[in-house]
């Protein structure tokens, strides 16, 4: 059997449907995410910077540390929101820092009143 793992150890058949997902999302990936001068995962440059995690497991730990970068993260690109998105076997689930959160709902209200 070939070996289809990278030096990060995600598959590229991973890959693929993580580019397809963000497509579906309109969004774009960020190249060399983390490593390189735009920080996330997926963007709408000037809207919403998205961390994306995958897991097997039945648990993920989101703690204050993880937050405060993503939120640090979402300032350096200009974008207004971030937000962590984890999925796993079933579920997904989208953790905003409050004052992101804040500003979806601004946001929503603003397009919903006019």
């Given at each position: 059997m070939r070996?289809?793992?990278?030096?990060?150890?995600?598959?590229?058949?991973?890959?693929?449907?993580?580019?397809?997902?963000?497509?579906?999302?309109?969004?774009?990936?960020?190249?060399?995410?983390?490593?390189?001068?735009?920080?996330?995962?997926?963007?709408?440059?000037?809207v919403l910077v998205e961390d994306h995690k995958s897991t097997k497991h039945k648990s993920f730990k989101v703690d204050a540390a993880l937050m405060i970068k993503l939120q640090a993260d979402a300032t350096k690109n200009g974008d207004a929101i971030a937000a962590l998105v984890i999925e796993g076997d079933g579920f997904g689930v989208a953790v905003l820092p409050i004052q992101h959160y804040d500003e979806l709902l601004r946001r929503a209200n603003v397009t919903h009143d006019s």
């Open positions: 070996n289809t793992r990278g030096r990060s150890g995600v598959d590229k058949p991973t890959r693929r449907r993580e580019k397809e997902k963000a497509r579906e999302r309109g969004m774009a990936q960020v190249p060399l995410s983390g490593a390189g001068t735009e920080k996330g995962d997926w963007r709408i440059p000037g």
